[in-house]
């Protein structure tokens, strides 16, 4: 089985072109991005990555970015899944991974707004991997699990890193969770969460070393359940970034690692990890 690492658009400040110099250099295997807004653009982005030879994740958030609006509808939510799906089409996505609804609405809401986004899905012939974020539908593994358990043909994105803050404590305390979500699991986001924080300042800190190998426990879950499915690829987004997760030094708000840098850290680190464990 082959792991293919994608490089994550989150915090790049220059154009599609420049990125995808930047990921074929750094020896990624595709872009997780949202799709480019202008329609000329996504139709060059989507040439070139067919040149390259590489892989695209849409990446789609309903209303907001990362946190969704909190006044938004259930059906404004939907609107813009269904719009974004529509307009990601040009670029002929693996996926799209979704930071969808809001962790305020109560259950009724959330069923009723994941039983109506799985039709939009299969009405569009794609698959949305719905992912575990703050401030999300999915912002705890309990909401998750009951989630898939009532629809069980939700595809999930892993990012533990929001979990592990949510319930500031290492996610190992739900392990029987863990092991009824990994068959919904369609793809891996891959950053380290502590108990107060969504980002480690460095995994190859000893101070952290707990909360990388819970995390990659949970990731290595993942990839055996789809060897064992006979998948030939399976796919991960080293996903550290701006906006508070990269943190500052007091006063002169210099960021105390370059993301960018860890990111390529961590595919480095996991691609090796990878072959020794699950490659062939």
């Known amino acids: 089985m082959e792991l293919k690492v994608f490089k994550t658009y989150w915090g790049w400040k220059s154009d599609y072109s420049a990125i995808v110099d930047d990921l074929l250099a750094f020896g990624f295997n595709g872009l997780e991005a949202p ?11 989507a040439e070139r990555l067919r040149a390259e030879g590489l892989d695209y994740i849409s990446e789609i958030s309903t209303t907001g970015y990362a946190i969704p609006d909190r006044k938004a509808t259930p059906q404004q939510h939907l609107d813009e899944l269904e719009a974004k799906i529509i307009h990601a089409k040009p670029l002929s996505p693996l996926f799209h991974n979704v930071m969808g609804g809001c962790d305020a609405w109560p259950v009724e809401t959330q069923i ?31 909401i998750t ?4 358990r009532r629809f069980p043909a939700l595809r999930l994105t892993f990012d533990i890193s929001h979990w592990t803050v949510v319930l500031e404590r290492a996610i190992d305390t739900e392990w029987d969770i863990i ?3 990994v068959p919904h699991v369609q793809h891996v986001q891959g950053r380290f969460g502590y108990d107060q924080g969504a980002q ?15 995390h990659r426990r949970c990731w290595d879950a993942v990839w055996q359940y789809h060897q064992q499915q006979g998948q030939t690829v399976t796919t991960f987004t080293p996903e550290c970034g701006p906006d508070g997760y990269t943190l500052r030094m007091p006063f002169t708000s210099e960021p105390i690692d370059d993301f960018a840098a ?6 480095h680190e996991e691609r090796q990890r990878f072959k020794k464990n699950f490659a062939g």
């Open 179 to 181: 092991e009824e979500l």
């Open 262 to 267: 860890l990111n390529r850290w961590i595919a």
């Open 112 to 142: 009723d707004f994941f039983a109506r986004a799985l039709e939009i899905a299969d009405r569009h012939e794609v698959i949305c991997s719905f992912e575990t974020h703050r401030g999300r539908s999915f912002y705890n593994p309990w």
């Open 35 to 45: 799709a480019p807004r202008d329609l000329n653009e996504r139709v060059l982005l």
């Open 200 to 214: 480690v300042p460095h995994p190859a800190d000893p101070a952290y070393a707990y909360y990388v190998e819970i």
């Open 145 to 148: 699990l009951d989630m898939v």
